[in-house]
């Protein structure tokens, strides 16, 4: 079966990290790009960070120093550091595969104040 799958979400308090991970199954992100979006309840799904084939990274402004994006190749599957978190990063996250306008079922991540 063709899906994304992650995990890594959930409860941390301010200034804490996460990292989300997403995982391909049933196919191979092989060169193409990968992004995480994020979507706080009543607001616009929203992209959080992108990563290319070759590497190339990125963000929006309230991810830029905070956040890091990351492949594995071998492991067919991308990350998302989240470090200094803020309430304001509360949200569900979302992995996505434009190539096959592929989305994972979302991870939540709260975070207390």
């Known amino acids: 079966q063709v899906q994304l799958v992650e995990s890594g979400g959930g409860l941390v308090q301010a200034g804490g990290s996460l990292r989300l991970s997403c995982a391909a199954s049933g196919f191979r992100f092989s060169i193409n790009r990968v992004a995480w979006y994020r979507q706080a309840p009543g607001n616009q799904r929203e992209l959080v960070a992108l990563?290319?084939?070759?590497?190339?990274?990125t963000y929006a402004d309230f991810a830029k120093g905070r956040f890091a994006i990351s492949r594995d190749n071998a492991k067919n599957t991308v990350y998302l550091q989240m470090n200094s978190l803020k309430p304001e990063d509360t949200a569900v996250y979302y992995c996505?595969?434009?190539?096959?306008?592929?989305w994972g079922q979302g991870t939540q991540v709260a975070v207390s104040s």
């Open positions: 996505n595969f434009p190539l096959r306008n592929l």
């Open positions: 990563i290319t084939g070759g590497g190339t990274t």
